[in-house]
């Protein structure tokens, strides 16, 4: 057949997940080879890459001027095409030579956010091309997730996924393999973040870094009322001497910070569910609601939103992989990969 001519074997597979926050890669056979921060440091004066993944994630904030640490994602898309393009062939590169070198370039599952433009498709697929890909297959992230919840996206009913990362939460109805429905948004675990630093600044006239923000939030942030309080101490550099300072931080104050974002989160869900063919909807009601993303981690994010809409939500295994497990899924399915694969420009 044509069509597995032109597919060949994916036995020289990769799937990768290009996060805002995380890039994950999962190659066949092996499973989940690289999970680091989607962060590369670079030395300005030399143009030198210094440190890439997590250990440029450590120098956020704490760089001298002639050295940037930047994102090359932005709410799930690339918004810097070279710094994008170099830490893709660094995390291939790390896979290709930890084990056994590849005769031929890998072919690569990736995904792209729900509403990308061709502009930006297009970018994510050059770039994958310019990083050594021979053939890139472009998925939407949203689909991959669903298939590594294991989440029966082929039946004829309503499944809902729900998957909240760092850039952006993406709400889609899917039944048949397709999506029948969808809404996304910009608000997910960063906007968390940022509401943190605001708090902290504007309560405690205290300047957060971004780690130490994010930390609280996974450490004592809520979403609803937690049976047992938390608090913990904020370090930070106070806005007057400039010194660093410290205060300490409940988990209600903390809950009370980022309701804004979550609430915007539960108003995405709700404004799909409110948009989806009635049928649909007594499907999700009767099964649930699957949650994913590593913002799904959030505690009680879950009861929330069961409680507000009511409807019983689960949360998927292992949320923050469920994107790139599903890449692995379709590196192994060509038929699903066919039918789900969007059109590239090649
Ligand atoms: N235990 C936790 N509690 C709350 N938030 C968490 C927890 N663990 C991780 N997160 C948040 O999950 C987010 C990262 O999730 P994920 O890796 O799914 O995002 P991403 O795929 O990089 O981003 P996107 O899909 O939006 O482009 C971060 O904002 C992080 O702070
Ligand atoms: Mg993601």
Do not use: W
């Amino acid at each position: 057949m044509i069509f597995k001519k032109f597919f060949g074997k994916l036995n020289k597979g990769l799937g990768i997940d290009l996060g805002s926050c995380n890039t994950l890669v999962f190659q066949r056979d092996r499973g989940i080879v690289i999970n680091e921060s989607s962060v590369v440091a670079i030395n300005n004066r030399t143009d030198q890459i210094l440190a890439i993944g997590d250990e440029a994630r450590r120098m956020l904030g704490k760089t001298p001027p002639h050295i940037t640490a930047t994102k090359p994602l932005e709410f799930g898309i690339i918004s810097d095409f070279e710094v994008a393009e170099k830490m893709i062939k660094y995390f291939t590169n790390k896979v290709n030579t930890s084990r056994f070198s590849f005769s031929a370039m890998p072919r690569i599952v990736v995904g792209v956010p729900l509403d990308v433009t061709a502009v930006e498709k297009k970018a994510v697929e050059d770039v994958l091309l310019a990083a050594g890909a021979s053939q890139v297959y472009m998925v939407e992230n949203i689909m991959a997730t669903a298939i590594g919840a294991r989440i029966p996206i082929q039946d004829p009913t309503g499944n809902m996924v729900v998957n909240i990362g760092g850039g952006l939460t993406e709400v889609a109805v899917i039944s048949l393999d397709g999506i029948v429905n969808f809404k996304s948004s910009r608000v997910a675990g960063l906007a968390m973040d940022r509401d943190i630093i605001n708090f902290a600044r504007d309560e405690f006239s205290l300047v957060l870094g971004e780690m130490v923000a994010e930390d609280i939030k996974k450490k004592i942030g809520s979403a609803a009322i937690l049976k047992e309080q938390l608090e913990m101490p904020m370090r930070g550099r106070d806005i007057l001497s400039g010194l660093p300072r410290e205060a300490r931080a409940h988990d209600g104050q903390i809950r009370e910070a980022i309701s804004k974002s979550v609430l915007k989160i539960l108003d995405t869900i709700k404004a799909t569910l409110e948009t989806t063919p009635p049928e649909l909807v007594a499907d999700i009601y009767q099964k649930g609601i699957y949650l994913t993303g590593g913002s799904a981690q959030l505690k009680e994010l879950d009861v929330l939103i069961s409680r507000s809409i009511e409807i019983p939500v689960h949360i998927a295994d292992d949320p923050q992989t469920c994107a790139v497990r599903g890449m692995g899924v379709l590196l192994d399915d060509e038929a699903l990969l066919k039918d789900i694969v969007l059109p590239t420009s090649q």
